[in-house]
């Protein structure tokens, strides 16, 4: 297409506006080049031959569009415009922060924001829910890890950024923000409304299963969670635990020193945890464990899911590596980049990925995740239901009647039990009476009715003593055990 004798003079216009910022530019190039005093001579040219190419073509451009848009447009949109380009073509968790923005992130960290309560990242390019963080408004609306965010009110999330979306999600408290999701399974996206709220998160939640297995829920990795993780692990103490379940499903990640933490806590002396790596030297780190204190040996099982990113994969793929803790749920999120926010000179900062983050054996846990050990869906409450109800009727009403009040001892000819033999009876065999059943084993029990992975981890460690001394009389016997099958034909 042939070029106007107008737009060609627009063109020469322009390029006297911008001179003064390529001019600045350059030299700050020259300035990036020169630094790298390593690299080959002949490289550099080229790549410098290469980049002045490239910035001819810029400048025309923006010439361009200075003159001839339809409207006037100022060089600040257009600079701040190129500049989220630029980062945009590189991975999601890199971005530019206009003075504003990076403001309302520092108001974010302090606390003082409402918020819904999600977790959000950019997955094939669209708006992704992380994780929903428990006990605040998005969780209670019911949204889900891996819900696709297409509408934030009437703006579509398409091609927006993570720092433009969570600048549309955050408002006053107890204002209201719609948002429209996708998700996987619906026939039709949903409109969801959620109040924004003050986000605070109890960082860990303790309960104990069948007396003697300790359950501690990590929602998030914030500033006070391995101190909280102290208090629970005394209490389990305290109360006579061996067991124990650590739990971070739908934790969104948070610090990073929180998580090397909480992996110290269940670690020996001397073991790395996760390290990291970048292009300069500066970036690469190890974190290790120290004798600050001492190691908690309980047999454990971590439960994770598509929610678990972040600092929740570095706590969860370490104590995988190591062998300290079985790992069973879904693969995990697989966020594993460092992220560095750097200060500009005019207020604004740029969110740049800096490094990966690999486990103690080696493996990325970028785009990876953390595979588990024991893999187990998590079926939704409806499901479980409908299966028990479609397994009773199979039995006719009154059998199913019937089979909550027998047991052994009621059928006909059964077995006697070596107490009756002997001509002694044992002294409250019977079921407890569910009406004397207290709220708090009431509530536990409704945890597991709920969450099958939950009740898979209590299974496995209930039976974890039977198991290792299963295993132990095998070592210490030469012959077949009852768990052997060697001597079938």
């Not at 569009?65 to 600079?79: A, F, H, M, Q, R």
């Not at 302090?110 to 918020?115: L, R, T």
């Not at 889900?144 to 398409?158: H, L, N």
Request: with cysteine; hydrophobic share 40%; glycine share 8%.
């Amino acid at each position: 297409m042939l070029i106007s004798k107008k737009i060609q003079n627009d063109l020469r216009i322009g390029s006297k506006k911008t001179f003064s910022f390529l001019v600045c530019l350059i030299f700050s190039l020259f300035i990036v080049f020169f630094a790298q005093a390593d690299a080959n001579e002949s490289t550099q040219l080229d790549s410098k031959e290469n980049i002045y190419e490239k910035l001819k073509i810029f400048a025309e451009v923006l010439s361009l569009v200075e003159s001839s848009y339809v409207e006037p447009v100022d060089n600040k949109t257009l600079i701040e415009g190129a500049i989220k380009g630029m980062v945009k073509a590189l991975d999601p968790h890199t971005s530019y922060m206009p003075p504003e923005a990076f403001r309302d992130m520092q108001v974010e960290t302090s606390g003082k924001f409402g918020g819904l309560g999600i977790e959000i990242g950019v997955r094939d390019g669209i708006l992704t829910v992380v994780s929903p963080i428990e006990d605040t408004p998005a969780f209670n609306a019911g949204i889900q890890a891996g819900d696709k965010i297409i509408k934030i009110e009437e703006e579509s999330t398409m091609d927006m950024t993570l720092t433009e979306a969570v600048s549309l999600l955050r408002g006053e408290i107890g204002s209201a923000v719609s948002i429209t999701v996708f998700r996987e399974g619906l026939d039709a996206p949903l409109l969801v409304n959620i109040v924004r709220d003050i986000i605070k998160v109890q960082s860990v939640k303790k309960k104990i299963y069948n007396d003697t297995i300790g359950y501690v829920k990590i929602r998030s990795f914030a500033k006070t969670t391995s101190s909280d993780l102290d208090k629970a692990l005394a209490y389990f103490d305290k109360e006579g635990v061996t067991k124990l379940i650590l739990d971070v499903r739908n934790n969104p990640g948070g610090l990073l020193n929180q998580a090397v933490e909480v992996s110290d806590r269940f670690l020996a002396n001397e073991n790395l945890i996760v390290y990291t790596k970048g292009r300069t030297e500066d970036q690469n780190m190890r974190f290790t464990t120290h004798d600050k204190f001492k190691p908690v040996n309980y047999p454990m099982i971590i439960l994770v899911n598509g929610g678990s990113a972040s600092a929740s994969e570095i706590v969860a793929g370490a104590l995988q590596d190591l062998g300290r803790a079985v790992i069973l749920g879904t693969p995990t999120f697989g966020k594993g980049s460092v992220q560095t926010i750097i200060p500009l000179s005019d207020g604004s900062a740029l969110r740049l990925t800096t490094a990966r983050y690999f486990t103690p054996s080696g493996k990325v846990i970028q785009e990876n995740g953390i595979v588990p050990d024991i893999v187990v869906e998590r079926k939704p409450v409806a499901k479980l239901e409908k299966d028990a109800k479609d397994e009773l009727d199979k039995e006719p009403a009154e059998k199913q009647k019937m089979r909550r009040f027998l047991r052994e001892r009621d059928l006909k000819k059964h077995l006697k039990g070596k107490t009756s033999i002997d001509g002694q009876e044992n002294e409250d065999v019977g079921d407890v009476d569910s009406s004397v059943e207290d709220k708090g084993q009431a509530e536990l029990e409704e945890d597991l009715k709920k969450d099958e992975q939950l009740r898979h981890a209590v299974s496995l460690l209930s039976g974890w003593d039977v198991m290792v001394s299963t295993f132990k009389n095998k070592d210490q016997n030469s012959g077949p055990t009852h768990l052997s099958l060697g001597h079938i034909n």
